[in-house]
């Protein structure tokens, strides 16, 4: 039996091979899409030069929305690599807002949780909707932060700005990573481990649902934590549905994000459906 190394099971680079021609994918696919139409490029919601989100709207009245949080540890990536999520929600009706955000080790964790709240309450002054948030590896533990926000006490916003979300192979507690060395970017110490983690936040309405999905070709660690965001949330009163997306791994998954007919896609455009009939 091979012993358990964190510094593998926990960086799914190491674990997906191919990790590299999925990206490209999501490049070429990303920059083909932002070429068809003239969307809503670069909308600042903060001062930093990465405090920017792109809004691919529809053509229709009172149009659901969905925000897609990028993922990359905190430490990399783009929301300009993921503009191929809208394609699929706009066939569907639905518009999209996609964020990027300061980058560990420039910021901390807690840093960026904060941006991300920035963001929704412009998006709400810009938009007058409330989203779903749906978000994948780090984008899924900030789509989980976003979910947990008591947002009666965040100016400008409603206190029920998130109460729906779809959360994809996020990390959820992050003290594990502190025996890795992904923290010689993040920073982490036990402390700000978990004051960062919605694992250990309490819930701030009843009214919440998510939906907890994971590729069923993950890590252990990736898939734990799915099951024990999805258990703890739902014994704290929150609907939660926990998936396993099968033959799919950290990065593989987040093709279904974007691929009409697949399980996880129709069930994310349910998941808006059903939010913006409430």
């Not at 905190?74 to 999209?96: E, P």
């Not at 965040?154 to 890795?180: C, H, I, M």
């Not at 004051?195 to 939906?211: G, I, N, Q, T, Y």
């Not at 734990?224 to 099968?246: C, F, H, N, P």
Request: hydrophobic content about 40%.
């Amino acid at each position: 039996m091979t012993a358990f190394d964190p510094n593998i099971e926990y960086n799914a680079r190491k674990t997906v091979p191919d990790h590299e021609k999925v990206s490209r994918r999501w490049d070429e696919e990303a920059a083909q899409y932002r070429a068809q139409a003239t969307w809503d490029l670069d909308i600042p919601y903060g001062t930093g030069e990465r405090e920017k989100y792109d809004f691919f709207p529809v053509d229709r009245p009172d149009a659901p929305l969905c925000v897609y949080i990028h993922g990359g540890y905190w430490r990399s990536r783009d929301r300009k690599t993921f503009s191929h999520i809208a394609k699929g929600l706009n066939a569907h009706g639905v518009s999209v807002a996609i964020p990027s955000y300061d980058l560990v080790p420039n910021v901390s964790v807690a840093d960026i949780i904060e941006q991300m709240r920035a963001f929704l309450v412009k998006l709400w002054e810009n938009t007058s909707t409330r989203p779903v948030v749906a978000g994948h590896s780090a984008g899924g533990h900030l789509t989980g932060a976003m979910l947990m926000t008591d947002w009666s006490s965040v100016e400008g916003a409603p206190d029920d700005l998130v109460t729906s979300a779809f959360a994809l192979s996020g990390l959820y507690d992050l003290r594990p990573l502190l025996e890795t060395d992904i923290n010689d970017d993040l920073r982490l110490t036990p402390e700000s481990a978990r004051e960062a983690s919605p694992m250990f936040w309490p819930v701030p309405r009843p009214d919440l649902k998510c939906v907890v999905a994971v590729g069923a070709r993950e890590s252990e660690p990736f898939r734990m934590q799915s099951r024990d965001i999805a258990d703890t949330w739902k014994r704290a009163g929150v609907d939660t549905e926990y998936l396993e997306v099968a033959d799919r791994d950290h990065f593989t998954v987040v093709n279904e994000f974007s691929t009409p007919g697949t399980a996880l896609f129709e069930r994310l455009v349910s998941t808006v459906e059903v939010h913006a009939a409430a």
